[in-house]
């Protein structure tokens, strides 16, 4: 059989991916932050596209009224000027008002500011942290350019908790000493403040800040030192067989545990609360809901006025004109796919909002199973199309704020032949862990019965996957006497 080239015409239906179509299913699925910095990053790069001023608007719709005219005209602004009667008059003039509280020395000129001003360390750009605190005490102590190192080499191979990472062989590695030298320095940097910083784990942690407070012949560090395993499960039973003390001396010294800080460092911790920011509002009017998008802090864009002037002038070569055509029609495209992705924003809530309108009007015991596919039939878009502008969005709502995936839950049967979705489940699991006896909690096996008796048949090992889900530790973690 021989090979050999040859050309044919053939007719094929196939989706292509454009450079276009795959700049819009981006933006489809990027939340609120990372779609404001793509639409910085496109101005940037794209000399067609510029963010409209807010004056901008005002300047280019003469007709407008302005801020002065939509007030109302019996409420007209103080200004300089009395109407009637011309500029107002010095005299008439408050001076306190504008004048600064000095010092009394005037050769230091300085203003004294108010009991309640914010301190100079409110504008510090980074807090802070567990190193910068560490670092300060060693100021204060007499040491030598090897320990000094020393010290600073273990303060450096810290975590996030406080615990340090590297062993007695890596400081002695490091710093070239014995290990002597090593484990006093070590204790040196396990003496400062906080208590229990630079243990190795948690058990080492808690005998630390028991030995600060001078409880090394207590109960509570002999369970620590000796029945960590037991005190984790809060078996106060058997660790009274084991000590040999009474279980209320047990539950005693467990409360003396509880009392101390097993993370030392996490007060110190220089991470940034991050606030979620929907991007979808529902609101409540007379008994209608309204959606509204939020596209506050979003640039508003649209095409440069000059660089379409200057297209229509002759004063360009070919090669000019053709690049600013090509920025033009990728400008035009941009902006056309950001309002597409907006439009479609809030044909998903809307389409939510017919199907879970029990779930907003009374709270998230009311949420109905749902799945993609009825919301993409709901509003004629694919699966895939919902799917991506589902995740990581989050809406507004009376009962709170909940990603739009939050909406979606399967479906389960209950004895009576009804449906009832999994979030509704998980939030029975969570109120009857709420309410039981935290001397005999509720295990996944009981849950399940009390489920059956309301009609939902919920097996165990599904109770168990959602009781992990919702963040509910296991039984024996949540016994207390």
């Not at 400081?171 to 204790?187: F, K, N, P």
């Not at 509720?442 to 992990?468: F, M, Q």
């Given at each position: 059989?021989?090979?050999?080239?040859?050309?044919?015409?053939?007719?094929?239906?196939?989706?292509?991916?454009?450079?276009?179509?795959?700049?819009?299913?981006?933006?489809?699925?990027?939340?609120?932050?990372?779609?404001?910095?793509?639409?910085?990053?496109?101005?940037?790069?794209?000399?067609?596209?510029?963010?409209?001023?807010?004056?901008?608007?005002?300047?280019?719709?003469?007709?407008?009224?302005?801020?002065?005219?939509?007030?109302?005209?019996?409420?007209?602004?103080?200004?300089?000027?009395?109407?009637?009667?011309?500029?107002?008059?010095l005299a008439e003039?408050?001076?306190?008002?504008?004048?600064?509280?000095?010092?009394?020395?005037?050769?230091?000129?300085?203003?004294?500011?108010?009991?309640?001003?914010?301190?100079?360390?409110?504008?510090?750009?980074?807090?802070?942290?567990?190193?910068?605190?560490?670092?300060?005490?060693?100021?204060?102590?007499?040491?030598?350019?090897?320990?000094?190192?020393?010290?600073?080499?273990?303060?450096?191979?810290?975590?996030?908790?406080?615990?340090?990472?590297?062993?007695?062989?890596?400081?002695?590695?490091?710093?070239?000493?014995?290990?002597?030298?090593?484990?006093?320095?070590?204790?040196?940097?396990?003496?400062?403040?906080?208590?229990?910083?630079?243990?190795?784990?948690?058990?080492?942690?808690?005998?630390?800040?028991?030995?600060?407070?001078?409880?090394?012949?207590?109960?509570?560090?002999?369970?620590?030192?000796?029945?960590?395993?037991?005190?984790?499960?809060?078996?106060?039973?058997?660790?009274?067989?084991?000590?040999?003390?009474?279980?209320?001396?047990?539950?005693?010294?467990?409360?003396?545990?509880?009392?101390?800080?097993?993370?030392?460092?996490?007060?110190?911790?220089?991470?940034?609360?991050?606030?979620?920011?929907?991007?979808?509002?529902?609101?409540?009017?007379?008994?209608?809901?309204?959606?509204?998008?939020?596209?506050?802090?979003?640039?508003?864009?649209?095409?440069?006025?000059?660089?379409?002037?200057?297209?229509?002038?002759?004063?360009?070569?070919?090669?000019?004109?053709?690049?600013?055509?090509?920025?033009?029609?990728?400008?035009?495209?941009?902006?056309?796919?950001?309002?597409?992705?907006?439009?479609?924003?809030?044909?998903?809530?809307?389409?939510?909002?017919?199907?879970?309108?029990?779930?907003?009007?009374?709270?998230?015991?009311?949420?109905?199973?749902?799945?993609?596919?009825?919301?993409?039939?709901?509003?004629?878009?694919?699966?895939?199309?919902?799917?991506?502008?589902?995740?990581?969005?989050?809406?507004?709502?009376?009962?709170?704020?909940?990603?739009?995936?939050?909406?979606?839950?399967?479906?389960?049967?209950?004895?009576?032949?009804?449906?009832?979705?999994?979030?509704?489940?998980?939030?029975?699991?969570?109120?009857?862990v709420e309410h039981?006896?935290?001397?005999?909690?509720?295990?996944?096996?009981?849950?399940?019965?009390?489920?059956?008796?309301?009609?939902?048949?919920?097996?165990?090992?599904?109770?168990?996957?959602?009781?992990?889900?919702?963040?509910?530790?296991?039984?024996?973690?949540?016994?207390?006497?």
């Amino acid at each position: 059989m021989g090979l050999e080239l040859r050309q044919q015409v053939k007719l094929v239906q196939k989706l292509v991916m454009t450079p276009q179509l795959r700049q819009a299913i981006k933006l489809l699925q990027l939340n609120r932050l990372e779609l404001t910095d793509a639409l910085r990053a496109e101005i940037e790069q794209n000399p067609l596209l510029e963010e409209v001023q807010p004056e901008a608007d005002l300047q280019s719709n003469p007709d407008a009224l302005s801020a002065t005219e939509a007030a109302d005209p019996l409420e007209a602004p103080v200004t300089g000027q009395v109407a009637g009667d011309g500029p107002a008059s010095l005299a008439e003039v408050d001076w306190n008002d504008y004048s600064n509280n000095f010092d009394n020395d005037l050769s230091f000129a300085r203003e004294t500011p108010p009991a309640d001003a914010p301190s100079q360390f409110d504008f510090i750009s980074k807090k802070p942290g567990i190193e910068s605190h560490l670092q300060w005490q060693l100021a204060h102590l007499d040491l030598d350019k090897q320990e000094l190192a020393i010290a600073y080499f273990i303060i450096g191979n810290l975590d996030g908790h406080g615990f340090m990472d590297a062993d007695i062989d890596d400081i002695c590695a490091y710093a070239d000493c014995t290990t002597e030298v090593a484990e006093q320095m070590l204790s040196l940097v396990q003496g400062l403040d906080p208590p229990g910083i630079a243990a190795r784990d948690i058990r080492e942690s808690l005998l630390l800040q028991l030995e600060r407070k001078g409880l090394t012949d207590s109960l509570a560090y002999e369970i620590v030192r000796d029945h960590m395993n037991l005190l984790e499960m809060r078996n106060f039973g058997l660790l009274a067989r084991k000590t040999g003390a009474p279980v209320r001396h047990v539950v005693t010294a467990v409360g003396v545990i509880a009392d101390l800080t097993p993370y030392p460092a996490n007060e110190f911790t220089n991470e940034q609360t991050c606030y979620i920011v929907p991007d979808v509002y529902v609101f409540k009017l007379d008994n209608e809901f309204i959606i509204r998008l939020n596209d506050e802090g979003l640039p508003n864009l649209r095409l440069s006025e000059e660089y379409l002037a200057l297209l229509k002038t002759k004063k360009l070569n070919s090669e000019s004109r053709g690049y600013i055509r090509e920025k033009r029609r990728s400008a035009q495209w941009f902006i056309n796919s950001i309002q597409q992705r907006q439009r479609t924003i809030y044909k998903v809530m809307e389409s939510l909002l017919k199907f879970q309108r029990d779930f907003f009007e009374y709270g998230p015991g009311h949420l109905k199973p749902l799945i993609l596919r009825e919301v993409a039939e709901d509003i004629s878009m694919h699966e895939s199309t919902i799917s991506r502008v589902t995740s990581n969005k989050y809406a507004h709502t009376p009962q709170g704020i909940y990603e739009l995936k939050y909406f979606f839950s399967t479906a389960l049967t209950t004895i009576d032949g009804d449906v009832v979705s999994a979030e509704n489940i998980k939030n029975r699991i969570r109120q009857l862990v709420e309410h039981e006896n935290p001397a005999k909690p509720l295990s996944d096996n009981t849950i399940s019965e009390l489920l059956v008796k309301e009609n939902i048949k919920v097996a165990r090992r599904t109770v168990a996957k959602y009781r992990e889900q919702i963040g509910i530790l296991p039984v024996k973690f949540r016994r207390k006497k």
